[in-house]
């Protein structure tokens, strides 16, 4: 009987040497749980854990609310639920329909591999999130970068494109609120880009949904019912769920559920989890206290942690950039030891040489909590 071990290495031997040069390179990931004070998560007004939230969950139970869906929405996993959370959710944010799925990166996927059609021209923003890119990768359109919130190279882009000849539609993808960088786009200057291009915009606002705008409805709030905008808000972070919600016109609703290839082969997401999603929406209006708190959040750890080089940003994300990779991982390492959940970052998420440790604000955390943070970065940053 052949060696098993033996096999199972020369059977896996490429993948095995990709692994050992990440980490030769310090870029090697694994899994880890969740431990010490919250400065990674996305549950930026700590909703997740919100006994309203548990309640909502509990009366959708005692009502008959199925966990799961049993199949894809377009065969019997239509539930009440997903269209009672897509019909209050077009109403709260000010947009003709809206389309439930299962994830953000399900719904970026769909909106840039489904909408774009060949002989467009999509001009994304060269930091958009990497569900964005996988959208792009499956595009039959053209696609170019623009450097990041410059909404000049927008213009530029679909100026020479049209110079060029080329008669197609001009689709501009961009984020509000990155990610890593936790800058924030020049939103009014995009829109009137669109408008000179007869452009339709795609805005993923995954990390600013709830934190900021009336109500928490984004910094593309004003933006919301246009009909030359697509609007992505996740409902896995501030919303303290999981899921996405896209919103727009009517005619990309009906779109996606015909030709978006995520949304029509995937089983439909949890009908317990929509009405988790509806709850959190109501709880946007009736608790502004929440990012109230987290405003003011931020304004003291802009303070404390900038004398220590983080970032100032005007949101909840603070970068703090060390460029090397292994001394990010170093300095995360030491934070996590003395009780502090700081995650490093590094190539490919950010760009080479921008290794960094991204630290998240949160209403799970305290302004000791950030006191505490930044004497423990002195002490790790030496």
Not at 12 to 25: M, N, P, Y
Request: net charge negative; proline share 4%; glycine share 8%.
């Amino acid at each position: 009987m052949a060696d098993t071990s033996t096999r199972t290495g020369n059977i896996w031997s490429t993948h095995t040497a990709d692994l050992a040069a990440l980490g030769e390179k310090a870029r090697l990931r694994s899994l880890s749980p969740r431990r010490g004070v919250d400065f990674a998560s996305n549950d930026y007004l700590a909703m997740s854990t919100s006994p309203r939230l548990a309640r909502a969950v509990r009366d959708a139970i005692a009502r008959g609310v199925p966990l799961g869906s049993g199949g894809s929405r377009l065969l019997r996993g239509n539930d009440p639920e997903h269209e009672l959370l897509e019909e209050e959710a077009a109403r709260f944010f000010g947009s003709e329909a809206a389309l439930f799925f299962s994830s953000g990166y399900a719904a970026n996927v769909a909106l840039l591999s489904t909408l774009p059609q060949r002989g467009d021209l999509i001009v994304y923003d060269e930091l958009v999130h990497a569900s964005m890119h996988e959208g792009l990768r499956l595009t039959r359109a053209t696609a170019v970068s623009a450097a990041h919130n410059d909404p000049q190279g927008f213009d530029d882009a679909a100026r020479t494109w049209r110079a060029n000849g080329n008669t197609g539609r001009i689709w501009l993808a961009f984020e509000t609120l990155y990610s890593m960088d936790g800058d924030i786009a020049p939103v009014a200057e995009m829109a009137r880009v669109a408008e000179r291009h007869d452009a339709i915009m795609l805005i993923d606002e995954a990390h600013a949904t709830g934190v900021f705008g009336h109500d928490g409805r984004g910094l593309a709030c004003d933006l919301d019912g246009r009909p030359d905008t697509v609007v992505l808000r996740t409902c896995g972070k501030a919303l303290g769920c999981e899921g996405a919600l896209v919103l727009g016109p009517r005619i990309v609703r009906d779109f996606l559920v015909n030709r978006g290839r995520p949304f029509i082969f995937s089983t439909a997401p949890s009908p317990l989890i929509a009405a988790a999603v509806r709850e959190a929406i109501c709880m946007l209006a009736d608790e502004p206290e929440r990012r109230e708190s987290l405003k003011d959040l931020v304004i003291h750890a802009e303070a404390v942690l900038g004398r220590h080089g983080a970032i100032a940003t005007g949101s909840q994300i603070l970068p703090l950039i060390l460029h090397d990779d292994a001394r990010t991982m170093a300095v995360a390492a030491a934070l996590q030891a003395r009780g502090f959940d700081v995650r490093g970052i590094r190539p490919p998420t950010v760009p080479q040489g921008t290794s960094r440790l991204r630290i998240s604000l949160t209403l799970n955390t305290s302004r000791s909590d950030v006191d505490a943070l930044g004497a423990a970065l002195a002490d790790a940053l030496g």
